[in-house]
């Protein structure tokens, strides 16, 4: 079974501070898809990168880098220099296998990041 | 504009009745899905499609029903037999590509029983 872990139920930055997301995930798939999405307060969850499991190559976009190590079976995302509207419930997801649609996706709990002014 | 629409937005429901969550897209998408999510936590699965007429159950699927006689609809039933209906419901639909495979999320609908 497959499942992913973030350990940090909360963060609570200043603007400016940069601010890392841990995410741990268990598989038994040699390959697999890992996710990172954005829930802001409306709801509804904006997708933010895919990184497949034979791409281990790290990926910097703008104020947001994701560091993803296999060896570690760790994800780790990384917003440079917050703002409030940075402020959201951020979640990592895991689906197993290659195949191109139906692969369900297992959720870690999220990580509520909360940017003050 | 392409997305994906989920009405209502908010839903009230006595207890003992079914409600029926709308979901559409047009992204052109085979695979849909339905999660539910309570407050506080991740995203389960409860049911998803990958084609037209089939459709499989995910991790929390019992008290909940889905039919997918259109492509762009998906529509989810929550029975009576769902002892604990209240949360936020998310249908969202993928790509049938390789490498191209992320969910694109619909807005959501809260649902309340009374």
């Known amino acids: 079974a497959q499942k992913v872990t973030q350990a940090q139920t909360e963060i609570s930055v200043v603007e400016k501070e940069d601010v890392t997301l841990d995410c741990v995930y268990e598989?038994?798939?040699?390959?697999?898809?890992l996710f990172w999405y954005k829930q802001p307060p409306s709801g509804e969850l904006v997708f933010l990168i895919r990184r497949n499991s034979f791409d281990e190559q790290n990926e910097i976009s703008g104020r947001y880098s994701w560091n993803f190590q296999k060896s570690t079976s760790s994800f780790n995302f990384t917003i440079t220099a917050s703002q409030v509207v940075d402020s959201a419930v951020y979640f990592c997801a895991l689906s197993e296998g290659i195949k191109a649609a139906g692969n369900k996706l297992t959720f870690g709990g999220g990580t509520r990041v909360l940017v003050k002014p | 504009d392409g997305g994906i629409t989920q009405s209502p937005k908010y839903l009230f429901r006595k207890e003992g009745q079914n409600v029926t969550l709308s979901c559409e897209q047009n992204?052109?998408?085979?695979?849909m899905y339905w999660y539910r999510q309570d407050p506080g936590q991740g995203l389960r699965l409860i049911y998803y499609s990958q084609i037209v007429n089939d459709f499989q159950k995910g991790d929390i699927a019992e008290g909940y029903s889905v039919s997918r006689e259109k492509k762009e609809s998906f529509p989810l039933t929550v029975t009576s037999a769902q002892k604990n209906p209240t949360a936020f419901y998310l249908c969202a639909s993928s790509a049938d590509r390789v490498g191209y495979n992320e969910q694109f999320f619909g807005p959501g609908t809260r649902l309340t029983v009374l």
């Open positions: 598989t038994r798939d040699t390959t697999y898809y």
């Open positions: 992204l052109n998408h085979d695979a």
